[in-house]
T-cell receptor
Framework: NAGVTQTPKFQVLKTGQSMTLQCAQD?????MYWYRQDPGMGLRLIYY???????DKGEVPNGYNVSRLNKREFSLRLESAAPSQTSVYFC??????????????FGSGTRLTVV | QKEVEQDPGPLSVPEGAIVSLNCTYS??????FMWYRQYSRKGPELLMY????GNKEDGRFTAQVDKSSKYISLFIRDSQPSDSATYLC????????FGAGTRLFVKA
């Protein structure tokens, strides 16, 4: 099925550990995004990639790094996890130039707990 | 102040009721306005979009934008238990700004 696939779905980390969240889309979209969702805060943009080979910071980039590996894949890395990074992480993609009409396609999320 | 503000609810209504969900935004440059629906433990999915001011209707759903007051609304007619979800308003396109979401419960 076409869409955005995120792995893992759940993860528990200890403070200071590192991990990479993986995201892949098979819709040939140019732009990809990482959001985090926290109660009362809504979705906040961490990083985005307008096209293959480019990445830019969003609203809350501190503590994260990203890699746009190719057109399909966009990974999010936590180098030294902190309890404040406990959240649900969503990857999304969009067809550039038509996003307003079709909207983002989101993955099903990664639930991360940092203890 | 967030660029898109939304009352988080929760909002509980009986089946068949008319539901009104509302947001305000601060950036007068916003032209595109969207509503996403998010079921529990799922990613958001686009429900409706509107360009500039005016209304847009799709079945039981009507989206309304009033740019003069920077107000975004979603109306759900004949609400069903399957409409129970979190509804997020949003604006922008390439870099979308989301509201915090309103949790809606429709009781059978």
């Amino acid at each position: 099925n076409a869409g955005v696939t995120q792995t893992p779905k759940f993860q528990v980390l200890k403070t200071g550990q590192s991990m990479t969240l993986q995201c892949a889309q098979d819709m040939n979209h140019n732009s990809m995004y990482w959001y985090r969702q926290d109660p009362g805060m809504g979705l906040r943009l961490i990083y985005y990639s307008a096209s293959e080979g480019t990445t830019d910071k969003g609203e809350v980039p501190n503590g994260y790094n990203v890699s746009r590996l190719n057109k399909r894949e966009f990974s999010l890395r936590l180098e030294s996890a902190a309890p404040s990074q406990t959240s649900v992480y969503f990857c999304a993609s969009i067809e550039q130039g038509r996003g307003e009409i079709y909207g983002y396609t989101f993955g099903s999320g990664t639930r991360l707990t940092v203890v | 102040q967030k660029e898109v503000e939304q009352d988080p609810g929760p909002l509980s209504v009986p089946e068949g009721a008319i539901v009104s969900l509302n947001c305000t935004y601060s950036n007068s440059a916003f032209q595109y306005f969207m509503w996403y629906r998010q079921y529990s433990r799922k990613g958001p999915e686009l429900l409706m979009y509107t360009y500039s001011s005016g209304n847009k209707e799709d079945g039981r759903f009507t989206a309304q934008v009033d740019k003069s007051s920077k107000y975004i609304s979603l109306f759900i007619r004949d609400s069903q238990p399957s409409d129970s979800a979190t509804y997020l308003c949003a604006s922008g396109g390439f870099k979308t700004i989301f509201g915090a979401g309103t949790r809606l419960f429709v009781k059978a």
